[in-house]
């Protein structure tokens, strides 16, 4: 088979498959699926199964006319030369043919937002589909290929009021993926539902780890007139509590969209492939256009040591604040402070009583603002804060 039929050409042949799901039902669909991918195209590429994505980020900035920029990053950390030698046949490939990967794509997603349009009785279209590739390094390296396009009248327009969501209602978001939605400065949050992992003043974010949208969510509503917040600020952030927001059912859901990523996902990932050696999974980290991604390694074991005398998971530092007043973040610095500054991430699970997801998660984030650095002693991944010396690790 032609190198160029790789990982693009999977992710083509998955959402091929949501027309059959939303018009002959989910069951028969499900039960047919692997018959739907041999008839839709060529055979699934092998590949993809040395190179599944370890994260998936998903970006949709929606402008003030409903319209929104839809981005779609798939991380792999290219720490061997099997999926180096991937991902370089990958970058190869969409520079030379990105016909090869974006046609199929297309095709499928005009399907979905037909699907979405006749849900929502709200015209519709999909443009400008885009795909790239690059390499970032935090200071691990990852592959990033990344799938663009403009989703026209995505969102209700209503005045000075925007309502964001009934066309992806019912999304699906994995243990390791994220969905971040943006709208334009001008405007101020009113409603979001569910309550996000974090909120920014003109964005949201929602963790698959943390959140299962159903009903008719996600569901946001921003508004360019201030008495419309009815006193909602920019909502919380990690760590802290949410004072409760009235909320605004609005439209139906679109079984299709939500079906279609959950697809995408799956065969992304290479639903039939086996788990390395290592037994490691990477999650991601802070959301947005070039967010790092953290490795974990759920079988690693912690070496026992524990720098807290009394044994408590959470142990206050003598001159800090209580944990459960600290953010998500803060928790993991406070934690590090009373280690000398640098602990393996088992040990965090651990002592915080986290899964391995939101661990990974949280110290992702935090090395992509630079505030703590992570490295691998073995199969073990270890996070320091940056003034500690390499020499005095363990």
């Known amino acids: 088979m032609d190198s160029r039929d790789h990982w693009g050409l999977v992710l083509c042949l998955a959402v091929g498959v949501v027309a059959v799901l939303a018009v002959g039902g989910v069951a028969g669909a499900v039960d047919d699926r692997s018959h739907s991918l041999q008839e839709s195209g060529p055979e699934t590429p092998t590949a993809q199964e040395a190179f599944d994505a370890d994260d998936v980020r998903l ?19 290219l720490d061997d030369d099997e999926s180096e030698e991937a991902f370089a046949s990958i970058e190869s490939d969409v520079e030379e043919n990105p016909e090869e990967y974006v046609d199929g794509f297309a095709e499928s997603m005009d399907d979905t937002v037909a699907s979405a349009a006749e849900e929502t009785d709200r015209e519709m279209s999909a443009s400008g589909y885009t795909v790239a590739t690059r390499t970032e390094s935090i200071p691990q390296e990852y592959g990033v290929l990344t799938y663009q396009f403009e989703w026209s009248g995505f969102a209700a327009v209503d005045g000075d009021r925007m309502e964001i969501g009934d066309a992806i209602s019912g999304f699906f978001l994995d243990d390791q993926s994220r969905l971040v939605v943006g709208w334009p400065s001008e405007y101020s949050l009113v409603d979001v539902r569910p309550e ?25 509503v921003v508004s360019t007139e201030p008495d419309d917040s009815d006193g909602l600020d920019n909502g919380p952030v990690d760590g802290e509590e949410s004072d409760g927001v009235p909320l605004i ?57 524990s720098a807290n005398d009394d044994g408590d998971a959470t142990a206050e530092s ?77």
């Open 196 to 220: 996000p992992g974090e909120t920014r003043s003109d964005s949201v974010l929602w963790r698959g780890s943390e959140t299962s949208f159903v009903g008719d969510e996600p569901r946001v």
């Open 59 to 77: 970006t949709v900035t929606v402008d003030s006319d409903g319209t929104a920029a839809w981005t779609v990053e798939y991380w792999k950390q």
């Open 249 to 305: 059912p609005v439209g139906g859901g679109v079984t299709g969209v939500a079906l279609l990523f959950m697809l995408w996902w799956l065969y992304s990932r290479g639903l039939a492939d086996e788990p390395d050696d290592d037994g490691a999974a990477t999650a991601q980290s802070d959301a947005g256009t070039e967010p790092a991604a953290a490795t974990e390694t759920p079988d690693a074991s912690d070496d026992g040591s």
């Open 318 to 394: 003598d001159d800090g604040p209580p944990s459960e007043l600290l953010s998500n973040e803060e928790r993991v610095i406070q934690l590090l402070e009373q280690h000398d500054g640098r602990l393996k991430q088992q040990q965090v699970v651990q002592e915080l009583d986290w899964t391995d997801a939101k661990t990974s998660q949280v110290i992702g984030e935090l090395r992509e603002e630079g505030t703590v650095e992570t490295f691998r002693i073995g199969r073990e991944n270890v996070v320091r804060l940056p003034e500690v010396d390499e020499n005095d690790m363990i």
